[in-house]
């Protein structure tokens, strides 16, 4: 669609908003594979309902996300406070299935399950930002991003360091890592003004934590971090992994040390080379991708943690009008508009004249929004 500035398209997006949800309600698909569920009888068809209150969540992640926060509830019926939990690049779900033996709904969101599990694509991140509204008020995110890019071993494509934590961003993998941040940040921002408790795990020797929009975060809130093993949860290999997030006594009892006497064989993981120009290099091994999945018994100690710490907790709901959530927003002085993450081209993807018209023809442009839960 026509690119245009955020609060032009937002103003558009209001105007139709009305034919949009009749329009929608009879074509798109819940995440159950049904038809989604009518508002509440209590919401007034020109009312959007948000999970939290619209001035303290701009100041928490700026115009911009809360824009598209707008026009994603426009569009879409959320089922709110219907999740658990959310595990980010789930991989082999270690996580969402320990969540889900306990009784938990867990969501998990990884691309290899789906295409549209894309973070780095509109209809990708329009899929997380959906997975987190879902949250109940006391909810947990876990996020692993790709680290690909972070890690020592390929620092030297990457020319990351402490001093330059953005790395050369003309390489495509060091920009697709820089923006795999930057929205993982934005979901972290979110699950503060929702009450909810966030994970973000990274190998020990990663350099995420130096990233610009990570360093702002860990600076406006409390962060905690626990340095664990995954050998000490039955893990193939001794894999030291780094955890933040915002709740300490959850990670207290995530931290396990390896038990004396145990001898990991570490040669397949990674392999040391001289190149042509006579330096030491590192690259990784045949072994290596084995170690990124979770072993089962951490999962079971995550899904564990999470039941014991959670305590009782409410969403604080706002109902308004999709012109006066503008209005609002436009007196608002919180101005981070966020290009790092591409938050406009989200707002471009979710535009409510192009919905319009797809529900009208019959062939709904939300059909990659479309999922099942566990």
Not at 132 to 144: D, R, T
């Amino acid at each position: 669609c026509t690119q245009m500035p955020l609060f032009a398209l937002a103003a558009r997006a209001a105007g139709a908003a009305r034919g949009c949800a009749r329009a929608a309600a009879g074509t798109m698909r819940g995440w159950s594979g049904e038809p989604p569920k009518r508002r509440r009888r209590c919401v007034a068809p020109s009312l959007i309902q948000l999970p939290f209150d619209l001035e303290e969540a701009t100041a928490v992640v700026g115009k911009a996300c809360v824009l598209v926060i707008v026009l994603l509830c426009m569009k879409y019926n959320i089922d709110f406070e219907s999740a658990d939990a959310v595990e980010f690049f789930a991989g082999q779900k270690a996580i969402t299935t320990s969540m889900q033996e306990f009784g938990l709904t867990a969501l998990p969101f990884e691309v290899l399950d789906n295409a549209s599990f894309d973070m780095t694509s509109e209809v990708g991140f329009c899929l997380a930002l959906t997975m987190v509204l879902k949250l109940k008020a006391n909810g947990m995110v876990w996020l692993a991003p790709v680290c690909s890019s972070f890690v020592f071993i390929s620092r030297g494509a990457s020319h990351r360091t402490m001093f330059r934590p953005l790395g050369d961003t003309s390489a495509p993998f060091v920009a697709m890592g820089n923006l795999f941040v930057s929205r993982c940040v934005l979901l972290i921002r979110i699950c503060k003004i929702m009450g909810c408790t966030w994970f973000l795990e990274q190998p020990i020797t990663s350099l995420m934590y130096a990233h610009p929009r990570f360093d702002a975060l860990a600076g406006e809130m409390q962060v905690y971090e626990v340095t664990t093993w995954m050998g000490a949860f039955g893990g193939s290999s001794k894999k030291p992994l780094r955890v933040y997030s915002n709740n300490n006594g959850m990670l207290d009892m995530l931290y396990r040390p390896i038990p004396p006497g145990i001898v990991f064989d570490s040669k397949e993981i990674s392999l040391r080379y001289v190149d042509k120009q006579g330096r030491q290099r590192c690259t990784g091994g045949p072994g290596l991708k084995a170690t990124q999945a979770y072993p089962k018994e951490f999962g079971m100690q995550v899904a564990r943690t999470f039941i014991l710490h959670r305590c009782a907790a409410r969403l604080t709901y706002t109902m308004v009008e999709p012109k006066e959530a503008l209005r609002r927003l436009c007196l608002l002085q919180h101005d981070d508009a966020w290009e790092d993450a591409k938050l406009e081209d989200v707002a471009n993807y979710l535009d409510a004249e192009t919905m319009f018209r797809s529900c009208s023809s019959g062939q709904c442009c939300s059909g990659a929004l479309s999922s099942s839960t566990s």
